[in-house]
């Protein structure tokens, strides 16, 4: 178990799916995720099968976000590992909307920059974002992601093509930030 300030990372277990589905049945959950339609558990649980292997091949590391006491209120993870480049893209999702805009989210993103930069030996990571996406693109500035360019018309969403921002953070600026 990783502990940040506000939150720990823990495995995902089998037993958070029917949490995902709930989560994920949300529009407003849902609405910057890769995803556009809310997932049955059937779905969730292939999902699951299918990250077993690709954690079992060091691909990816997903992680349950808890609160420190205990209640499970997102996932986070570094997805498309590169061990030769040393980079992977982040991804995160709270799905207890009563959590949002309160620091366990920035918390979560810190937590797991610290594993990918001193345990993974990391050089980037980076994310993509959607630009209407005002509260995930503060939390990624207050971590110390940088714009690096826009991927234009990139998703379809709300019956509309979308821009989207590519970020990221270098091991050195991280490094600088815990000075």
């Known amino acids: 178990m990783l502990r940040g300030e506000k939150v720990r990372l823990r495995p995902i277990e089998r037993e958070d799916l029917p949490r995902f589905v709930r989560w994920f049945g949300d529009p407003e959950v849902r609405r910057h995720l890769s995803f556009y339609l809310p997932p049955s558990l059937a779905q969730e649980e292939r999902w699951f099968e299918r990250l077993q292997e690709r954690l079992a091949r060091n691909e990816d590391l997903v992680l349950a976000i808890e609160t420190l006491e205990g209640v499970h209120i997102g996932n986070i993870g570094l997805h498309r590992i590169n061990w030769k480049d040393r980079n992977a893209e982040l991804g995160i ?29 990391l050089h980037r990571v980076q994310l993509r974002v959607d630009v209407d996406n005002l509260r995930g693109i503060r939390c990624y500035e207050k971590c110390g992601f940088r714009r690096e360019g826009t991927l234009r018309d990139m998703v379809f969403r709300e019956g509309a093509y979308r821009d989207q921002l590519i970020m990221s953070i270098l091991r050195s600026e991280w490094e600088e930030q815990q000075r």
Not at 101 to 117: C, H, S
């Open 93 to 121: 999702a709270i799905g207890e909307k009563e959590y949002w805009d309160q620091g366990y989210g920035t918390d979560a993103i810190r937590t797991l920059l610290r594993v990918a930069f001193e345990e993974m030996n």
